[in-house]
Protein backbone atom coordinates (compact mmCIF):
# COMPACT_ATOMS: atom_id res chain seq x y z
CA UNK A 1 0.00 0.00 0.00
CA UNK A 2 3.29 2.06 0.74
CA UNK A 3 4.38 1.52 -2.83
CA UNK A 4 0.98 2.50 -4.38
CA UNK A 5 0.50 5.71 -2.35
CA UNK A 6 3.95 6.86 -3.46
CA UNK A 7 3.28 6.11 -7.11
CA UNK A 8 0.42 7.67 -6.99
CA UNK A 9 2.25 11.09 -5.89
CA UNK A 10 4.59 10.72 -8.30
CA UNK A 11 2.17 10.34 -10.97
CA UNK A 12 0.48 13.70 -9.84
CA UNK A 13 3.39 15.93 -8.96
CA UNK A 14 5.19 14.76 -12.63
CA UNK A 15 1.97 14.55 -14.20
CA UNK A 16 -1.90 14.85 -13.94
CA UNK A 17 -2.54 11.79 -11.82
CA UNK A 18 -2.76 7.83 -13.60
CA UNK A 19 -5.92 6.91 -15.60
CA UNK A 20 -7.87 3.29 -14.60
CA UNK A 21 -5.66 1.42 -16.90
CA UNK A 22 -2.30 3.01 -15.76
CA UNK A 23 -3.03 2.83 -12.43
CA UNK A 24 -3.97 -0.87 -12.55
CA UNK A 25 -0.54 -1.76 -14.53
CA UNK A 26 2.04 1.01 -12.71
CA UNK A 27 0.55 0.66 -8.84
CA UNK A 28 2.78 -1.84 -7.83
CA UNK A 29 5.99 -0.58 -9.96
CA UNK A 30 9.19 0.09 -8.28
CA UNK A 31 9.75 3.79 -8.03
CA UNK A 32 13.10 3.40 -9.79
CA UNK A 33 10.91 1.88 -12.94
CA UNK A 34 8.59 4.50 -12.71
CA UNK A 35 10.35 7.48 -13.13
CA UNK A 36 12.37 5.79 -16.02
CA UNK A 37 9.04 5.64 -17.20
CA UNK A 38 8.26 9.23 -17.07
CA UNK A 39 11.61 10.86 -18.57
CA UNK A 40 11.94 7.82 -21.67
CA UNK A 41 8.01 9.02 -22.63
CA UNK A 42 8.78 12.33 -22.02
CA UNK A 43 12.02 11.93 -24.49
CA UNK A 44 10.09 10.59 -26.98
CA UNK A 45 7.78 12.96 -27.39
CA UNK A 46 9.58 16.09 -27.12
CA UNK A 47 10.46 16.51 -30.25
CA UNK A 48 6.20 16.77 -31.34
CA UNK A 49 5.27 20.03 -31.84
CA UNK A 50 1.62 21.81 -31.23
CA UNK A 51 -0.24 21.44 -34.35
CA UNK A 52 -0.46 25.07 -35.60
CA UNK A 53 -3.91 26.58 -35.85
CA UNK A 54 -5.77 27.21 -38.68
CA UNK A 55 -4.00 29.56 -40.18
CA UNK A 56 -2.06 33.06 -39.39
CA UNK A 57 -3.95 35.27 -41.77
CA UNK A 58 -4.74 37.92 -39.47
CA UNK A 59 -0.94 38.30 -38.37
CA UNK A 60 -0.17 39.41 -41.84
CA UNK A 61 -3.05 41.23 -42.74
CA UNK A 62 -3.24 45.42 -42.23
CA UNK A 63 -4.71 47.04 -38.69
CA UNK A 64 -7.99 47.43 -39.70
CA UNK A 65 -8.37 43.90 -41.34
CA UNK A 66 -6.80 42.48 -38.45
CA UNK A 67 -9.03 44.43 -35.94
CA UNK A 68 -11.89 42.73 -37.72
CA UNK A 69 -10.71 39.26 -37.30
CA UNK A 70 -9.97 39.79 -33.36
CA UNK A 71 -12.48 37.48 -32.51
CA UNK A 72 -11.19 34.62 -35.01
CA UNK A 73 -7.97 35.09 -32.90
CA UNK A 74 -9.51 34.55 -30.05
CA UNK A 75 -10.70 31.41 -31.31
CA UNK A 76 -7.81 30.31 -32.60
CA UNK A 77 -5.82 30.64 -29.25
CA UNK A 78 -9.08 28.99 -27.55
CA UNK A 79 -8.72 25.76 -30.09
CA UNK A 80 -5.40 25.59 -29.03
CA UNK A 81 -5.52 25.92 -25.30
CA UNK A 82 -8.41 22.98 -25.42
CA UNK A 83 -5.86 20.79 -27.37
CA UNK A 84 -3.30 21.33 -24.72
CA UNK A 85 -5.67 20.74 -21.74
CA UNK A 86 -7.10 17.29 -23.49
CA UNK A 87 -2.94 16.50 -24.32
CA UNK A 88 -2.35 17.03 -20.42
CA UNK A 89 -5.42 13.92 -19.78
CA UNK A 90 -4.23 11.90 -22.16
CA UNK A 91 -2.39 8.76 -21.06
CA UNK A 92 -0.93 8.27 -24.79
CA UNK A 93 1.26 11.32 -24.64
CA UNK A 94 3.80 12.15 -22.01
CA UNK A 95 2.48 13.74 -18.21
CA UNK A 96 5.79 14.78 -17.31
CA UNK A 97 6.41 16.82 -20.41
CA UNK A 98 3.29 18.48 -20.45
CA UNK A 99 3.69 19.23 -17.00
CA UNK A 100 6.93 20.46 -17.66
CA UNK A 101 5.42 22.59 -19.94
CA UNK A 102 2.74 24.16 -17.42
CA UNK A 103 4.91 24.76 -14.89
CA UNK A 104 7.60 26.65 -17.45
CA UNK A 105 4.43 28.45 -18.99
CA UNK A 106 3.91 29.83 -15.47
CA UNK A 107 7.02 31.09 -14.94
CA UNK A 108 7.29 32.34 -17.97
CA UNK A 109 3.97 33.96 -18.06
CA UNK A 110 2.47 35.80 -21.19
CA UNK A 111 -1.05 36.24 -22.47
CA UNK A 112 -1.42 35.53 -25.99
CA UNK A 113 -4.07 36.90 -28.00
CA UNK A 114 -2.90 35.61 -31.22
CA UNK A 115 -3.39 31.89 -32.26
CA UNK A 116 0.05 31.27 -33.95
CA UNK A 117 1.94 33.08 -31.26
CA UNK A 118 0.54 30.54 -28.57
CA UNK A 119 1.63 27.76 -30.81
CA UNK A 120 5.30 28.95 -30.98
CA UNK A 121 5.30 29.86 -27.44
CA UNK A 122 4.21 26.62 -26.30
CA UNK A 123 6.25 24.65 -28.82
CA UNK A 124 9.50 26.18 -27.63
CA UNK A 125 8.55 25.69 -24.41
CA UNK A 126 8.00 22.08 -25.04
CA UNK A 127 11.84 21.57 -27.11
CA UNK A 128 13.20 22.71 -24.01
CA UNK A 129 11.46 22.01 -20.84
CA UNK A 130 13.47 19.42 -19.73
CA UNK A 131 16.52 20.39 -21.42
CA UNK A 132 18.94 23.49 -20.53
CA UNK A 133 17.28 26.43 -18.62
CA UNK A 134 19.73 28.78 -20.64
CA UNK A 135 18.24 27.39 -23.98
CA UNK A 136 14.93 27.63 -22.57
CA UNK A 137 15.57 31.22 -21.58
CA UNK A 138 16.89 31.88 -24.55
CA UNK A 139 14.39 30.84 -26.79
CA UNK A 140 11.53 32.89 -24.57
CA UNK A 141 13.52 36.36 -24.63
CA UNK A 142 13.24 35.77 -28.83
CA UNK A 143 9.43 34.59 -28.41
CA UNK A 144 7.27 36.79 -30.36
CA UNK A 145 4.58 36.36 -28.23
CA UNK A 146 7.07 37.72 -24.78
CA UNK A 147 7.86 40.62 -27.11
CA UNK A 148 5.11 41.88 -27.85
CA UNK A 149 3.58 41.20 -24.20
CA UNK A 150 6.28 42.72 -22.39
CA UNK A 151 6.59 45.73 -25.22
CA UNK A 152 10.41 45.11 -26.56
CA UNK A 153 8.85 45.93 -30.11
CA UNK A 154 9.09 49.50 -28.69
CA UNK A 155 12.61 49.22 -27.35
CA UNK A 156 15.23 51.06 -29.27
CA UNK A 157 18.18 52.25 -28.41
CA UNK A 158 16.82 56.59 -29.29
CA UNK A 159 14.16 55.61 -26.20
CA UNK A 160 14.71 52.14 -24.53
CA UNK A 161 11.75 50.44 -22.83
CA UNK A 162 12.67 48.30 -19.67
CA UNK A 163 10.26 46.57 -19.28
CA UNK A 164 11.16 42.96 -20.80
CA UNK A 165 14.88 43.66 -19.64
CA UNK A 166 13.16 43.79 -15.59
CA UNK A 167 11.19 41.21 -15.73
CA UNK A 168 13.62 38.80 -17.52
CA UNK A 169 15.70 39.13 -14.21
CA UNK A 170 12.95 39.89 -11.57
CA UNK A 171 10.58 37.16 -12.94
CA UNK A 172 12.13 34.79 -14.90
CA UNK A 173 16.46 33.99 -13.66
CA UNK A 174 17.74 35.95 -10.97
CA UNK A 175 15.09 37.87 -8.79
CA UNK A 176 14.01 40.77 -6.88
CA UNK A 177 17.34 42.27 -5.00
CA UNK A 178 19.67 40.79 -6.45
CA UNK A 179 20.43 43.65 -9.33
CA UNK A 180 20.33 47.42 -9.56
CA UNK A 181 17.95 50.01 -11.59
CA UNK A 182 20.54 50.74 -13.23
CA UNK A 183 21.55 46.87 -14.23
CA UNK A 184 17.81 47.48 -15.78
CA UNK A 185 18.80 50.26 -17.74
CA UNK A 186 22.24 48.50 -19.42
CA UNK A 187 20.01 45.36 -19.94
CA UNK A 188 17.25 46.99 -21.62
CA UNK A 189 19.84 48.98 -23.89
CA UNK A 190 21.39 45.50 -24.65
CA UNK A 191 17.75 44.11 -25.44
CA UNK A 192 16.83 47.12 -28.05
CA UNK A 193 15.94 45.75 -31.67
CA UNK A 194 14.66 42.62 -30.58
CA UNK A 195 11.85 42.26 -32.20
CA UNK A 196 8.89 40.48 -34.27
CA UNK A 197 7.57 40.77 -37.82
CA UNK A 198 3.82 40.86 -38.71
CA UNK A 199 4.47 37.20 -39.65
CA UNK A 200 5.01 36.60 -36.04
CA UNK A 201 8.87 35.94 -36.07
CA UNK A 202 11.51 36.66 -34.12
CA UNK A 203 13.63 39.35 -36.17
CA UNK A 204 16.99 41.51 -34.90
CA UNK A 205 16.46 44.94 -35.98
CA UNK A 206 19.98 46.83 -36.48
CA UNK A 207 18.82 50.17 -36.88
CA UNK A 208 17.13 49.81 -33.48
CA UNK A 209 20.05 48.61 -31.51
CA UNK A 210 22.20 50.07 -29.36
CA UNK A 211 26.18 48.96 -30.25
CA UNK A 212 27.64 51.43 -27.44
CA UNK A 213 29.47 50.10 -24.52
CA UNK A 214 27.58 48.87 -21.19
CA UNK A 215 28.16 48.31 -18.10
CA UNK A 216 25.93 45.44 -16.36
CA UNK A 217 27.07 43.38 -13.14
CA UNK A 218 30.29 45.90 -12.64
CA UNK A 219 31.42 44.16 -16.58
CA UNK A 220 31.92 46.27 -19.35
CA UNK A 221 31.34 45.44 -23.07
CA UNK A 222 29.09 45.55 -26.50
CA UNK A 223 26.73 43.46 -24.81
CA UNK A 224 23.42 42.34 -26.53
CA UNK A 225 20.55 40.22 -25.09
CA UNK A 226 22.43 36.97 -25.14
CA UNK A 227 25.68 38.35 -23.02
CA UNK A 228 22.79 39.47 -20.82
CA UNK A 229 21.00 36.31 -19.98
CA UNK A 230 24.56 34.62 -19.88
CA UNK A 231 25.77 36.63 -17.42
CA UNK A 232 22.81 36.77 -15.50
CA UNK A 233 22.80 32.59 -15.18
CA UNK A 234 26.86 33.11 -14.44
CA UNK A 235 25.14 34.44 -10.74
CA UNK A 236 24.54 31.02 -8.52
CA UNK A 237 21.39 33.40 -7.52
CA UNK A 238 20.08 32.09 -10.58
CA UNK A 239 19.71 28.61 -9.88
CA UNK A 240 18.72 29.22 -6.19
CA UNK A 241 16.20 31.51 -7.44
CA UNK A 242 14.69 28.69 -10.00
CA UNK A 243 14.66 25.80 -7.94
CA UNK A 244 13.09 27.53 -4.48
CA UNK A 245 10.32 28.04 -7.26
CA UNK A 246 10.53 23.96 -8.66
CA UNK A 247 10.41 23.42 -5.32
CA UNK A 248 7.20 25.45 -4.14
CA UNK A 249 5.60 24.19 -7.53
CA UNK A 250 6.61 19.96 -7.67
CA UNK A 251 7.32 19.28 -3.85
CA UNK A 252 5.62 21.51 -1.36
CA UNK A 253 4.56 25.16 -0.43
CA UNK A 254 6.41 25.85 2.23
CA UNK A 255 10.06 25.61 1.31
CA UNK A 256 12.76 23.67 2.84
CA UNK A 257 15.59 26.41 2.21
CA UNK A 258 18.36 23.53 2.31
CA UNK A 259 16.73 21.25 0.23
CA UNK A 260 16.51 23.87 -1.92
CA UNK A 261 20.34 25.23 -1.55
CA UNK A 262 21.09 21.32 -2.51
CA UNK A 263 19.03 21.22 -5.69
CA UNK A 264 20.45 24.94 -6.78
CA UNK A 265 24.19 23.63 -6.02
CA UNK A 266 23.41 20.85 -8.79
CA UNK A 267 21.74 22.59 -10.80
CA UNK A 268 24.15 25.51 -11.10
CA UNK A 269 26.75 23.32 -12.24
CA UNK A 270 25.17 23.17 -15.95
CA UNK A 271 21.32 24.60 -15.57
CA UNK A 272 20.69 20.72 -16.76
CA UNK A 273 16.53 20.82 -16.26
CA UNK A 274 16.03 16.85 -16.79
CA UNK A 275 18.96 15.99 -14.49
CA UNK A 276 17.48 18.57 -11.55
CA UNK A 277 14.35 16.84 -12.36
CA UNK A 278 15.54 13.51 -12.09
CA UNK A 279 17.29 13.87 -8.91
CA UNK A 280 14.12 15.37 -7.27
CA UNK A 281 11.77 12.45 -8.33
CA UNK A 282 14.46 9.72 -7.10
CA UNK A 283 15.00 11.13 -3.66
CA UNK A 284 13.57 9.47 -0.45
CA UNK A 285 12.63 13.00 0.81
CA UNK A 286 10.45 13.68 -2.12
CA UNK A 287 8.37 10.44 -0.88
CA UNK A 288 7.87 11.54 2.68
CA UNK A 289 4.54 11.38 3.98
CA UNK A 290 4.68 15.16 4.96
CA UNK A 291 4.62 15.80 1.09
CA UNK A 292 1.98 13.62 0.08
CA UNK A 293 -1.58 15.01 -0.53
CA UNK A 294 -0.38 18.74 1.29
CA UNK A 295 -0.53 20.69 -2.17
CA UNK A 296 -3.58 22.21 -3.57
CA UNK A 297 -4.18 21.08 -7.84
CA UNK A 298 -4.37 24.05 -9.71
CA UNK A 299 -7.60 24.28 -11.70
CA UNK A 300 -5.64 22.87 -14.82
CA UNK A 301 -4.37 20.07 -12.82
CA UNK A 302 -8.02 19.56 -11.46
CA UNK A 303 -9.52 19.25 -14.90
CA UNK A 304 -7.22 17.49 -16.68
CA UNK A 305 -7.00 14.91 -13.89
CA UNK A 306 -10.65 14.17 -13.51
CA UNK A 307 -10.82 14.34 -17.38
CA UNK A 308 -7.87 11.23 -18.02
CA UNK A 309 -10.08 9.45 -14.52
CA UNK A 310 -12.77 8.94 -15.66
CA UNK A 311 -12.36 9.29 -19.65
CA UNK A 312 -13.62 12.56 -20.21
CA UNK A 313 -14.20 13.60 -23.95
CA UNK A 314 -15.72 17.13 -24.91
CA UNK A 315 -15.80 19.01 -28.06
CA UNK A 316 -16.57 22.30 -26.69
CA UNK A 317 -13.84 24.75 -26.84
CA UNK A 318 -15.71 27.95 -25.38
CA UNK A 319 -17.04 25.84 -22.40
CA UNK A 320 -13.83 24.30 -21.45
CA UNK A 321 -12.41 27.52 -21.50
CA UNK A 322 -15.38 28.93 -19.76
CA UNK A 323 -14.87 26.43 -17.25
CA UNK A 324 -11.48 27.40 -16.99
CA UNK A 325 -12.26 30.76 -16.01
CA UNK A 326 -15.08 29.75 -13.31
CA UNK A 327 -11.99 28.20 -12.04
CA UNK A 328 -9.49 30.44 -11.68
CA UNK A 329 -6.44 29.39 -14.11
CA UNK A 330 -6.57 30.10 -18.37
CA UNK A 331 -4.33 28.72 -20.53
CA UNK A 332 -2.40 31.60 -22.37
CA UNK A 333 -4.25 34.12 -20.31
CA UNK A 334 -2.23 34.37 -16.72
CA UNK A 335 -3.33 37.37 -14.25
CA UNK A 336 0.26 38.80 -15.12
CA UNK A 337 3.40 38.82 -15.70
CA UNK A 338 4.32 37.35 -12.36
CA UNK A 339 1.80 34.14 -13.50
CA UNK A 340 -0.34 32.01 -10.97
CA UNK A 341 0.45 32.68 -7.18
CA UNK A 342 -0.64 28.72 -6.50
CA UNK A 343 -1.25 27.53 -3.04
CA UNK A 344 -3.93 28.91 -1.05
CA UNK A 345 -5.33 31.36 -3.71
CA UNK A 346 -6.57 28.60 -5.57
CA UNK A 347 -10.00 28.76 -3.21
CA UNK A 348 -12.00 30.87 -2.55
CA UNK A 349 -15.62 31.15 -1.99
CA UNK A 350 -16.36 31.45 -6.05
CA UNK A 351 -14.36 28.71 -6.54
CA UNK A 352 -14.88 25.74 -4.04
CA UNK A 353 -17.90 24.65 -4.85
CA UNK A 354 -17.71 24.97 -8.21
CA UNK A 355 -14.45 22.64 -7.26
CA UNK A 356 -16.41 19.70 -4.92
CA UNK A 357 -19.27 19.45 -7.58
CA UNK A 358 -17.53 19.50 -10.39
CA UNK A 359 -17.26 15.48 -11.45
CA UNK A 360 -21.14 15.17 -10.27
CA UNK A 361 -22.24 18.35 -12.60
CA UNK A 362 -19.65 16.22 -15.89
CA UNK A 363 -21.32 12.95 -14.89
CA UNK A 364 -24.54 14.01 -14.19
CA UNK A 365 -25.31 16.80 -15.66
CA UNK A 366 -23.06 17.35 -18.65
CA UNK A 367 -25.67 19.37 -20.44
CA UNK A 368 -25.82 21.77 -17.73
CA UNK A 369 -25.87 25.84 -17.94
CA UNK A 370 -22.67 26.93 -16.04
CA UNK A 371 -23.91 30.96 -15.56
CA UNK A 372 -20.72 32.62 -16.69
CA UNK A 373 -19.24 34.49 -19.60
CA UNK A 374 -16.06 33.90 -21.34
CA UNK A 375 -13.62 36.30 -23.19
CA UNK A 376 -14.77 34.37 -26.06
CA UNK A 377 -18.41 35.75 -25.89
CA UNK A 378 -17.82 39.39 -25.11
CA UNK A 379 -19.24 41.03 -27.52
CA UNK A 380 -22.87 39.24 -27.49
CA UNK A 381 -22.65 38.78 -23.47
CA UNK A 382 -23.94 35.44 -24.14
CA UNK A 383 -23.95 32.59 -21.28
CA UNK A 384 -21.53 29.82 -21.81
CA UNK A 385 -23.01 27.17 -23.97
CA UNK A 386 -23.53 23.43 -22.36
CA UNK A 387 -20.44 21.46 -21.61
CA UNK A 388 -21.48 18.60 -23.13
CA UNK A 389 -19.00 16.22 -21.99
CA UNK A 390 -18.95 12.70 -22.26
CA UNK A 391 -17.66 9.97 -19.61
CA UNK A 392 -16.83 6.65 -19.97
CA UNK A 393 -16.80 4.29 -17.26
CA UNK A 394 -16.23 1.28 -18.73
CA UNK A 395 -12.27 1.76 -17.92
CA UNK A 396 -13.03 2.18 -13.94
CA UNK A 397 -15.37 -0.99 -14.08
CA UNK A 398 -12.65 -3.03 -15.57
CA UNK A 399 -10.19 -1.72 -12.81
CA UNK A 400 -12.67 -3.01 -10.11
CA UNK A 401 -13.80 -6.89 -11.48
CA UNK A 402 -13.62 -8.96 -8.64
CA UNK A 403 -13.41 -6.77 -6.10
CA UNK A 404 -16.36 -7.31 -3.77
CA UNK A 405 -18.60 -4.76 -2.99
CA UNK A 406 -17.55 -4.28 0.63
CA UNK A 407 -14.30 -3.07 -0.60
CA UNK A 408 -14.62 -1.43 -3.07
CA UNK A 409 -15.13 2.37 -0.92
CA UNK A 410 -10.92 1.24 0.27
CA UNK A 411 -10.59 0.63 -3.49
CA UNK A 412 -11.65 3.07 -5.16
CA UNK A 413 -10.10 5.87 -1.89
CA UNK A 414 -6.57 4.13 -2.80
CA UNK A 415 -7.03 5.42 -6.03
CA UNK A 416 -8.78 8.63 -6.22
CA UNK A 417 -7.29 9.98 -2.82
CA UNK A 418 -3.67 11.05 -1.94
CA UNK A 419 -5.18 11.80 1.70
CA UNK A 420 -7.46 10.31 3.35
CA UNK A 421 -7.67 12.52 6.87
CA UNK A 422 -11.57 13.10 6.51
CA UNK A 423 -12.54 9.70 4.76
CA UNK A 424 -15.48 8.32 7.03
CA UNK A 425 -16.47 4.89 5.02
CA UNK A 426 -19.60 4.78 6.89
CA UNK A 427 -20.48 8.71 6.27
CA UNK A 428 -19.50 7.93 2.80
CA UNK A 429 -22.01 4.98 2.22
CA UNK A 430 -24.91 7.47 3.42
CA UNK A 431 -24.74 8.82 0.06
CA UNK A 432 -23.77 6.84 -2.27
CA UNK A 433 -26.49 5.30 -4.61
CA UNK A 434 -27.45 1.52 -4.53
CA UNK A 435 -28.76 0.07 -7.73
CA UNK A 436 -27.03 -2.31 -8.95
CA UNK A 437 -22.99 -2.86 -8.95
CA UNK A 438 -22.57 -0.15 -12.14
CA UNK A 439 -24.58 2.71 -10.34
CA UNK A 440 -22.90 2.19 -7.27
CA UNK A 441 -19.28 2.54 -8.44
CA UNK A 442 -20.18 5.55 -10.45
CA UNK A 443 -22.09 6.89 -7.59
CA UNK A 444 -19.02 5.91 -5.08
CA UNK A 445 -16.18 7.20 -7.46
CA UNK A 446 -18.02 10.59 -7.97
CA UNK A 447 -18.70 11.13 -4.16
CA UNK A 448 -14.82 10.23 -3.63
CA UNK A 449 -14.05 13.23 -6.00
CA UNK A 450 -16.22 15.70 -4.44
CA UNK A 451 -13.89 15.01 -1.33
CA UNK A 452 -11.71 17.81 0.21
CA UNK A 453 -9.41 15.41 0.00
CA UNK A 454 -9.43 15.17 -3.42
CA UNK A 455 -8.20 18.41 -4.01
CA UNK A 456 -5.55 17.79 -3.11
Known amino acids: MKESKQIQHLYWRAGFGLSPQEWQERKNWPLEKAVEDLFSKAGNNQSNAVAPPLADYSIDMAEAVRNDLQLREKELVAQQNTAWLKRMADPNESALLEKMCLFWHGHFACEIKFGILATQQLNSIRQYALGNFRDLVLAIARDPAMIRYLNNQQNNKRKPNENFAREVMELFTIGR ?14 FTGWSSNKRGEFVFREKNHDFDRKTFFGKTGNFDGTDIIDMVLEKRQTALFVCRKIYRYFVNEVV ?31 YDNYYIGVKIKS ?18 EKALVGLQKALGQILFKPPNVAGW ?19 AAICYASDMDFNFKTDLEETDNKQLKKLGAKVDFSPILAM ?36 GREEYVQSLCIRLMTLPEYQM
Not at 177 to 190: F, L, T
Open 177 to 190: GNYSEQDVKEAARA
Open 256 to 286: DEKRVEELADMFYENYDIGKLMRHIFQSDWF
Open 299 to 316: PIELVAGLMRQLHVTSNN
Open 341 to 359: PGGKTWIDNSTLMMRLNLA
Open 400 to 435: CEGVEEADLPDFFADYFLLAKNGFDKKTLEKYVRHE
